[in-house]
């Protein structure tokens, strides 16, 4: 049961365009989400998270939107640049006041390349 | 670096035999998560081990184990092998009580033949 889900495997963007990366999830229980990046040989990294107290964060050229009635995220990234070029996987937690010792829950990432 | 380190990065072995991978975390970090990916999944949770203990569960075969050791380094332990445990095992830490992520390792690439 894939509990969170990124429909589009790929994405090609041009340079300086927006790239949006949606993400959907089923688990009510699902109270913090994540978003990470990840280039081929090295683990994810963290790009940029939002509590589900919130419906928007922003972080430079980042910004994570939330619509918790329709549980649904996504990523937008402007103006997207050549080294944005990566999987973004999208991560949900349940229980965010413990976060730190809760696992969380990936969607299968979507392969983001930014055409020159 | 991401202050994860996981060794080896590959590892190609035949089914049926056992290996053994390894993780430090990130200093300070008493979490350590296992997940595995295989080609075209998500990271699937294994399990989770917090200041020695096993805190968390997921979907891990009873053919792997894992412990967490006094240093708070990790090993997690794939015995019968076959072709399909071929995956990437990622490692990733945190530290208590809030934090914006795990960090991850690099992962170590298995491959079963």
């Known amino acids: 049961d894939q509990q969170v889900k990124q429909n589009s495997p790929s994405l090609s963007v041009q340079e300086g365009r927006i790239s949006i990366l949606n993400c959907d999830y089923t688990?009510?229980?699902?109270?913090?989400f994540l978003w990470y990046k990840k280039y081929p040989a090295e683990g994810p990294t963290f790009l940029i998270s939002?509590?589900?107290?919130?419906d928007k964060n922003e972080d430079g050229r980042f910004t994570v939107f939330l619509n918790k009635s329709a549980k649904h995220l996504s990523l937008h990234i402007v103006p997207s640049q050549p080294g944005d070029s990566a999987v973004y996987f999208c991560a949900a937690s349940a229980g965010s006041s413990n976060f730190g010792n809760e696992k969380l829950t990936f969607g299968t990432g979507t392969r983001l390349t930014i055409i020159p | 670096d991401s202050g994860v380190t996981q060794t080896p990065k590959h590892l190609i072995t035949a089914t049926g035999q056992r290996v053994t991978l390894r993780c430090s975390p990130r200093?300070?970090?008493?979490?350590v998560y296992w997940y595995q990916q295989s080609l075209d999944q998500g990271l699937q949770f294994l399990i989770q081990y917090y200041n020695g203990e096993e805190r968390a569960k997921g979907n891990i075969l009873e053919r792997f184990s894992a412990q967490q050791f006094p240093d708070l380094h990790s090993e997690l332990n794939l015995s019968s092998l076959e072709l399909g445990d071929s995956a990437l095992y990622f490692c990733?830490?945190?530290?208590?009580?809030?934090?914006?992520?795990?960090?991850f390792g690099s992962g170590t690439r298995l491959t079963v033949v």
């Open positions: 990733a830490s945190t530290s208590t009580g809030g934090n914006y992520g795990y960090t």
């Open positions: 688990n009510s229980m699902f109270d913090y």
């Open positions: 200093s300070g970090d008493l979490s």
């Open positions: 939002i509590s589900s107290i919130k």
